[in-house]
């Protein structure tokens, strides 16, 4: 309850100052250019993705996750390479801290299972942001390279854990109904734009605590996102056509 009322001030803060912000929540937001220059037009209805719910959300972006990683593991050394390093690093940050904030405590409501696949869930982010905290900022070496791939199979991994039977999104499938699963996928998307865009590994994971630490390091985070290269909206566009075309 906490973290939605939270949730509440900070969605009417960034929609007085950054009106298209919210409205460009409803798709998601595929690189940090969109955060730096909120569009102020408004979203075709047809793209509202207001029938999108939370499960569905997670998949979208366990999907960005492995085309990022793909398109990385296609470039050599260098500038370019970095470019989609810092993408990965920011697509895995966002996803995983709103998961936290949303996913979870939603998934504990469910049940006994849904608790236990939560504590998992968050044992395996943990690991995952100790890896990140300790790659960001590096340069790209075939030393890094291990490293991304190490990090990326345990994450592949927790993954097809909350996809697959039994798994996280199943399990809130069956146990939460749609309008919630369609109310907490808007919040999904939108505490995207508030969290951290870097791992985190010793803020609280469980709101309110992550709510209010997630905020303090997102600020932090912004200001270091400006001095990094990412891929521009139309690379992450096209890399993700690329992406649905090849499955
Ligand atoms: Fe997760
Ligand atoms: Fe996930």
New binding site residues.
């Given amino acids: 309850m906490a973290s939605k009322l939270l949730l509440r001030c900070a969605t009417s803060l960034v929609v007085r100052s950054y009106p298209g912000v919210i409205r460009a929540a409803s798709t998601g937001s595929a690189s940090p250019k969109s955060h730096d220059k909120p569009s102020t037009k408004a979203t075709p209805v047809n793209m509202s993705g207001n029938n999108i719910d939370v499960t569905e959300r ?1 998949i979208i ?2 999907n960005d996750i492995k085309q990022a990683y793909e398109k990385l593991k296609t470039m050599s050394d260098g500038k370019d390479a970095e470019k989609w390093f810092n993408q990965l690093l920011w697509t895995i940050a966002r ?1 995983s801290a709103a ?1 936290e904030l949303v996913v979870y405590p939603l998934l504990e409501k469910t049940g006994k299972t849904g608790q236990q696949l939560a504590d998992k869930s968050r044992e395996d982010h943990q690991k995952t942001k100790e890896a990140l905290a300790a790659m960001d900022g590096q340069p790209m070496t075939p030393e890094l390279r291990r490293k991304i791939d190490t990090m990326m199979a345990d994450l592949l991994e927790h ?1 097809a854990m ?1 996809e697959g039977p039994g798994g996280d999104l199943e399990v809130l499938r069956k146990g939460v109904n749609k309008d919630d699963l369609l109310s907490e996928g808007k919040s999904f998307e939108k505490w995207k734009l508030l969290v951290p865009t870097h791992a985190h590994p010793n803020a609280p994971d469980k709101p309110p605590f992550a709510t209010v630490a997630g905020f303090m390091a997102a600020k932090v985070d912004k200001l270091r996102d400006l001095f990094r290269s990412f891929p521009d909206q139309s690379e992450v566009k096209s890399n993700k056509e690329q992406g649905k075309q090849q499955k």
């Fill in positions: 997670v972006d366990h996803h998961e993954i909350e």
